[in-house]
Nanobody
Framework: QVRLVESGGGLVQPGGSLRVSCAAS????????MQWYRQAPGKERGFVAS???????NYADSVKGRFSISRDNSKNTMYLQMNSLKPEDTAVYYC?????????WGQGTQVSVSP
């Protein structure tokens, strides 16, 4: 069973930056796709960004140009660099990994954007 552990969340002012990480308990090189999702209070969990094993990235329209997803296979870690943060980015951020017929979720990390 693979464990995914998010970290790096916190409170930041509008316009600020934050980097959240997703550390896996084993090598992530076998994961075809790794993604970030987020869930704001009272809303459904929604897609934020994805990255394939080949490095192809994709973003939700709401974060394009502000967020950047990356993965470091040598550290078994995926990252989400978030810049120009807005109050509407406030949510619990979850990482997700998929390979073959297996998929895994992390427990989430809270990101709050407020003056």
């Amino acid at each position: 069973q693979v464990r995914l552990v998010e970290s790096g969340g916190g409170l930041v002012q509008p316009g600020g930056s934050l980097r959240v990480s997703c550390a896996a308990s084993e090598s992530i090189s076998s994961f075809s796709v790794m993604q970030w999702y987020r869930q704001a209070p009272g809303k459904e969990r929604g897609f934020v960004a994805s990255i394939t094993s080949g490095g192809t990235t994709n973003y939700a329209d709401s974060v394009k140009g502000r967020f950047s997803i990356s993965r470091d296979n040598s550290k078994n870690t995926m990252y989400l660099q978030m810049n120009s943060l807005k109050p509407e980015d406030t949510a619990v951020y979850y990482c997700y990994a998929w390979r073959y017929n297996e998929n895994y979720w992390g427990q989430g990390t809270q990101v709050s954007v407020s003056p």
